[in-house]
């Protein structure tokens, strides 16, 4: 049988595209799965009566409202709790609310006031010229301060690899450093949380962690994705691809990261670069059991010197988990097997395949010229790993509608 579409990767997206391709567009869809199970970062596992989702932090929220429909369609809002958001930063053993450059107030006196002078000096305000450099960039749009105690050392530990690598593409998401409001913050002593940088509020499925969504959404998709299955043959045929040297597909949708298929598909030499461009990091997710009484629901860590880069407080927002539940997340490249983060040993470490696309030096050129060059001949890329974007579950299944709504 040839299938109108063969997916590469049964995560959300992999199962959105399924789902809809099948429903919507009428097509004949087969979606192969490396792993023994699907849902790739969106997998939850109980563990001595905690929630733990493996794939690190995820949480629902959308600014699309098309996103919104389609997971309530399968698991409705009333499955949810909603949440507002508690997020908080770890600046020199002072605990504050992020963001930083809106919280500065809750910092020692002497403290605000570096900051605040620090933050008054920042290039942006200045009007200087736009950096093209990571580094310089940060240090332009929120001052040294801010850059040297947060920016630079909790990027450095959640990407891996030094700010000299980094390009600036997706910095978008920090918003411009209003002087005016920062100094207002700080004589008022609140924030305005309606101007956030990212989800102020955001839903949570009352059992069963964020696994639960994948599941409602995959339910019906199951007898369509074959598991197991890891892709180490691409062949473009004559109008149509070959894959794994069984499986035939007029068209091939890839959700996993482009330098995974590298050995599947005879590269062509001009794009040797592109393909080592496309890098992506490995977290390990610790969990562990402690006493604590906050209503934090995550908290990011820049020391340096502590190996971990954020830490979730997870009955906060996982109402049937047990009580005292904390998970570390840890760059894979910082994690050491015998290091304790708390009094007790952990519960369970997980090491993700793949968890965030690094955004190196060139890599936005390099996935435009992979994609340009594939979806020629029928093989495309939708989603965090087939677009190589720091995307949230949201906003890939987004991606996913667009797409089949493009067909």
């Known amino acids: 049988m040839r299938f109108d579409y063969l997916i590469i990767g049964a995560g959300i997206t992999g199962v959105t ?30 563990i001595n009566g905690h929630i733990l989702d493996t794939g690190g932090g995820h949480f629902f929220n959308t600014k699309h409202q098309e996103v919104f429909d389609y997971v309530f369609r399968y698991l409705p809002e009333s499955e949810f709790n909603y949440f507002d958001r508690v997020s908080k930063i770890e600046l020199n053993n002072t605990t504050i609310d992020y963001p930083v450059e809106s919280n500065i107030w809750q910092l020692p006196i ?42 630079i050392p909790y990027n450095q530990k959640l990407w891996g690899v030094l700010p000299e690598e980094m390009d600036i593409d997706w910095l978008y998401k920090i918003p411009r450093v209003d002087v005016e409001e920062v100094l207002r ?23 069963g962690g964020f696994q639960r969504i994948f599941d409602a959404l995959a339910d019906d998709e199951r007898s369509f994705i074959k598991c197991g299955e890891c892709v180490n043959s691409l062949q473009f045929k004559e109008g149509y691809w070959l894959v794994n040297n069984k499986y035939e597909a007029n068209c091939v949708v890839n959700t996993i990261p482009w330098s995974d298929l590298y050995n599947a598909l005879d590269v062509p030499e001009t794009l040797e670069e592109d393909f080592r461009l496309i890098r992506y990091n490995k977290i390990v997710v610790s969990l562990y059991e402690q006493n604590y009484n906050c209503n934090w629901h995550w ?6 010197e502590k190996s971990y880069h954020r830490e979730f407080y997870i009955p906060n927002y996982a109402k049937d988990s047990k009580a ?20 007790k040993p952990a519960l369970l470490q997980v090491k993700t395949d793949a968890a965030y696309p690094i955004p190196v030096i060139g890599h936005a050129k390099a996935i435009k010229n992979i994609l340009e060059h594939y979806s020629h001949i029928g093989l ?28």
């Open 110 to 151: 002497d403290e605000q006031i570096s900051y605040l002078i620090s933050v008054v000096r920042n290039g942006e305000s200045a009007r200087a010229p736009i950096p093209t450099n990571y580094e310089e960039w940060i240090r332009w749009k929120l001052g040294d301060k801010i850059c040297d105690t947060y920016m």
């Open 324 to 343: 005292g539940g904390i998970y570390y997340e840890t760059n894979e490249k910082r994690f050491d097997a015998y290091e304790q983060y708390a009094d």
């Open 17 to 46: 595209l399924c789902k809809l391709l099948r429903e919507k567009a009428g097509k004949s869809v087969l979606v192969l799965e490396k792993e023994t199970e699907p849902g790739g970062l969106c997998r939850t596992v109980k």
């Open 380 to 407: 495309f890329g939708v989603g965090r790993w087939g677009q190589h974007q720091y995307q949230n579950a949201d906003v890939s299944m987004h991606e996913a509608i667009k797409f089949v709504g493009e067909i």
């Open 185 to 207: 913050y700080c004589l008022e002593r609140r924030q305005d949380v309606n101007k956030f940088p990212a989800h102020i509020h955001f839903y949570y499925p009352k059992e």
């Open 299 to 304: 908290r990011y860590i820049p020391n340096i």
